[in-house]
């Protein structure tokens, strides 16, 4: 299957070759390049820009079989009926050469290692008659012939490497490739197998998608399974790799299945001749090691090829060497080697060690590989490992969704001889995997009050843990806070520590308890980082720790917390990136950095949408939808939040960040007066349940959106809720009530300086406007200039800029209908959505076209249209 493949991040390399191309002290460019790195392509791309800006272009080839021919390369040049030698030399280079005065020639020679010895002569001939310029292409690890570097040593050429492309890149390459994005997991496999060769890239997707393998689901490409390697794929690797001696193929065999190995050991298991030969070959690398150096193949490809040609025995047997080999180093106790050790076992001839599954299968989950914790545990169950094998494994399946199997490993156990502490900790996990992963509270709670009954008071703690966490679940949060009176987080077992640590900085964050939230947090951290099993959590104790600084103003704080989650996640398996990215992306939001907030929490989206569509999808689709609908793109917000509200999520409703995103978007669509009355109701229930902090954001929304009556109640929360935002909210909200312009422009600043660009840019924007009406013109535009400004840096397009960009003799109400009717709405409809008459709507919009001169409801929409979506009005 043929696929487009566009030359993509090669613009820095495109302009070196012009450049050289162009210089008058530049005899040209070489091009060096590892085969499949691209050179070729930026070559033929570099040539034919330069013939658009007027140049002469040839283009010859280098190749084995043309080698044997003299001037095998340049035959298309070569004049017809020539004999003698000298005139037959002169002919080609005249004939390559030839261009007008205004039209400089270039001769492009690609793989010019493989010229013939004639074809080289004639490449130095032009050279050293300047009679046009090189561009030459040479392939890395080939023997040059010393007549071809003297072309290079006689002349005056510049050098150019192009590196494999980035994982970006390769990113961005596979989207315009797809024709649509691609997940992020999906990227990031298929740049570590090629690392961004865009040969082997291409081969391997190729083959994917016509396998079905790579496949769009709900508007995203993913691949599923793993790679079958195209038959010409694996030609072209064996080809690299060459016709190897029996003893080097044992070196890459065994670097195949367990690589990195120990320099040292790896001499051990293969013959030491035969190392020293691969590494002389460019066939594996050296690099240093923990414990010394280590050896690894030169390229992941060359793994594949070996697994997939190598006999299944023979790898078997190198896997239980190498296992052998981790047992006995130094590192044998560090969780990676075991996990390493366990894993190699799996497929090799060696009796199972049940212990070494059960705790690689632990060590698994705590490096955030689920699915290696599934196998791993698997096997420790038929081993004969006991209770812990299968509570490890419900966990991890659990965590990957599969909360079916999960409750069928656990409903196995038999509970008859289990101790009260681990009855009690069976009933927390199959609760626990009953309420998140099957979503059925009602079911997670009679298996709670079933065990409660029973379990006496030493052993309760499970009990009361996960009461804490069900009741933070169904949003009673005083619930909560009353079954978590008599836990300790040293006395918790770690896991279920982290969990509650989740819950209770969620409550503190969302109440403005800033001090109490961010230290439950750093609690909960340790204790994932002491549990083998809370791999996950430590990124939803993450976003409560992000939501208490940006809640509470200390945004500065929150991108720190998102930077280290990042990079704690960098090196995880999984899903872990993908969580790291959606706290980033949610820290964006809060700094108003609404680019990136979007395109940090679409690739999260991406990510999330096939596998947890009720829990991570739901939670950050939320945020999504709020910075589509800052940014202005309110019809990608609406279709977000459509999509939410046919997700069946039966826990944590996250009310108040939905009621502000459907404020956004109902703002962004021109509805004003409903956005101030969605982000007020959204205010009340937050104060209902104790959730002061998220009312201040509602409220400061509401203030932003041009609501005049927040300013009591924020004074009274401003007692209550800990952190700056909520002093610097009361005075933008009685400066808004008070007509105070300056007092306006002051708040915008003071919103700059905490780090929410978009509450800064509307400040400055009432400022304009309560300036405007007092006349004052020149303040005014310096702060609408202001607005345009920070709103240009952040990417945010809210109500009040565009008020203030737009001054039109038109009333609020006036305004709101004719936006209204800008996104295609009928009177009818706006009358619905407005709660008005049909008749009001048609009297606002007579007096609209008076005051502005317009004679059709059209011309109307078009003063007010939105840049991201002009619709045509219907009437």
Not at 302 to 321: D, F, Q, W
Request: glycine share 8%.
């Amino acid at each position: 299957m043929s696929l487009p493949w566009p030359l993509t991040g090669r613009s820095e390399e495109i302009r070196a070759i012009e450049a050289a191309i162009f210089a008058s002290d530049a005899s040209g460019i070489v091009v060096y390049g590892a085969a499949g790195v691209g050179k070729s392509r930026i070559a033929r791309e570099a040539l034919s820009a330069a013939e658009s800006q007027g140049c002469q272009c040839r283009w010859a080839v280098g190749t084995s079989s043309a080698r044997a021919i003299p001037l095998g390369a340049f035959t298309a040049w070569a004049p017809s009926g020539v004999a003698d030698t000298v005139q037959l030399l002169r002919g080609v280079i005249d004939s390559l050469t030839a261009a007008s005065p205004d039209a400089p020639a270039v001769v492009c020679v690609d793989d010019v290692h493989l010229l013939d010895d004639l074809s080289i002569f004639v490449v130095h001939q032009i050279m050293q008659r300047g009679a046009a310029k090189l561009l030459l292409t040479v392939r890395y690890g080939e023997p040059i012939p010393a007549a071809v570097q003297e072309i290079w040593k006689d002349g005056r050429f510049e050098r150019l490497d192009p590196q494999p492309l980035s994982l970006d890149e390769t990113t961005t390459l596979l989207s315009a490739t797809l024709g649509g994005p691609v997940d992020s997991v999906a990227a990031q496999r298929l740049w570590k197998l090629t690392r961004g060769n865009v040969l082997y890239l291409r081969n391997i997707v190729e083959q994917e998608v016509a396998d079905g393998r790579v496949v769009e689901q709900q508007g995203c490409w993913r691949w599923i399974g793993d790679p079958i390697l195209p038959r010409s794929l694996v030609e072209l690797i064996e080809s690299r790799i060459g016709d190897l001696p029996a003893r080097v193929n044992d070196v890459l065999d065994a670097l195949a299945v367990g690589e990195p190995i120990e320099l040292a050991a790896l001499r051990r298991i293969t013959d030491p001749a035969a190392v020293e030969e691969a590494d002389t070959r460019g066939l594996i690398t050296i690099e240093p090691g923990v414990a010394g150096v280590q050896a690894r193949l030169a390229h992941p490809l060359y793994g594949e090829v070996r697994r997939r040609v190598a006999p299944p025995t023979k790898l078997r047997r190198l896997r239980g060497l190498v296992a052998a080999e981790l047992a006995g180093s130094v590192e044998r106790d560090d969780i990676h080697v075991v996990v390493r050790r366990a894993a190699l076992s799996l497929d090799a001839d060696l009796a199972p060690d049940a212990d070494l599954l059960v705790e690689a299968a632990r060590g698994a989950v705590w490096l955030a590989d689920l699915p290696l914790a599934d196998r791993l545990a698997e096997a420790a169950i038929r081993a004969g490992a006991g209770l812990e094998s299968n509570f490890i494994r419900a966990h991890a399946l659990s965590w990957l969704g599969r909360g079916e199997e999960a409750e069928a490993v656990l409903a196995e156990i038999r509970t008859g001889q289990l101790t009260e502490g681990e009855r009690a900790r069976l009933a927390f996990l199959r609760a626990s995997n009953m309420l998140w992963a099957l979503g059925d509270p009602a079911r997670a709670k009679e298996i709670i009050d079933d065990a409660s009954r029973t379990t006496p008071p030493p052993a309760r703690s499970y009990i009361d843990a996960f009461l804490t966490v069900y009741w933070f679940a169904m949003d009673q949060h005083d619930k909560a806070l009353q079954a978590s009176k008599n836990l300790a987080f040293d006395d918790l077992p770690a896991v279920v520590g982290a969990e509650i640590a989740w819950a209770l900085a969620t409550i503190a964050a969302d109440a403005g308890r800033t001090t109490a939230a961010v230290g439950t947090a750093e609690a909960g951290y340790s204790a994932a980082t002491r549990s083998l099993d809370a791999p996950h959590m430590r990124f939803n104790i993450a976003d409560s720790h992000l939501s208490a600084l940006v809640l509470s103003g200390r945004i500065g704080d929150a991108a720190d917390v998102a930077e280290s989650i990042r990079q704690q996640a960098a090196d995880l398996p999984g899903a872990a990136q993908i969580l790291a990215t959606a706290v980033a992306g949610r820290a964006a939001l809060g700094a108003g950095e609404i680019h990136s907030a979007c395109a940090l929490l679409e690739q999260a989206a991406l990510g999330m949408s096939g596998t947890h569509p009720s829990g991570w999808g739901y939670r950050y689709q939320i945020p999504r939808a709020t910075a589509l609908a800052v940014r202005g793109s309110t019809n990608e917000a609406a279709a977000a939040l459509a999509a939410l509200d046919k997700v069946r999520r039966p826990f944590r409703s996250l009310d108040y960040e939905l009621g502000l995103a459907r404020a956004w978007c109902a703002a962004g669509q021109g509805a004003v007066s409903e956005a101030i009355a969605v982000v007020l109701s959204a205010a009340q229930s937050a104060a209902a349940k104790g959730q002061f902090a998220a009312e201040v954001m509602c409220l400061q929304t509401a203030t932003q959106f041009g609501d005049r009556s927040g300013a009591p109640r924020l004074g009274e929360l401003e007692g209550i809720v800990e952190g700056p935002r909520v002093g610097v909210a009361v005075r933008f909200a009685k400066a808004l009530r008070d007509g105070g312009a300056a007092q306006l422009s002051s708040v915008s600043e003071e919103f700059e300086r905490l780090g929410d660009l978009v509450a800064a840019v509307d400040a400055a924007a009432h400022a304009a406007l309560e300036y405007r009406r007092q006349g004052l013109r020149g303040s005014a535009l310096g702060c609408s200039t202001r607005a345009a400004a920070l709103a240009e840096l952040c990417g945010a397009s809210t109500p009040a800029l565009r008020q203030a960009g737009e001054p039109l003799p038109l009333t609020e109400r006036e305004r709101e209908i004719v936006m209204l009717i800008g996104a295609g709405l009928s009177s009818r409809e706006i009358a619905e959505r407005l709660t008005v008459s049909a008749r009001t709507v048609e009297g606002h919009v007579y007096r609209a076209m008076l005051k502005t001169g317009t004679t059709s409801r059209d011309e109307l929409a078009a003063l007010l249209a939105h840049p991201r979506a002009r619709t045509r009005s219907r009437p």
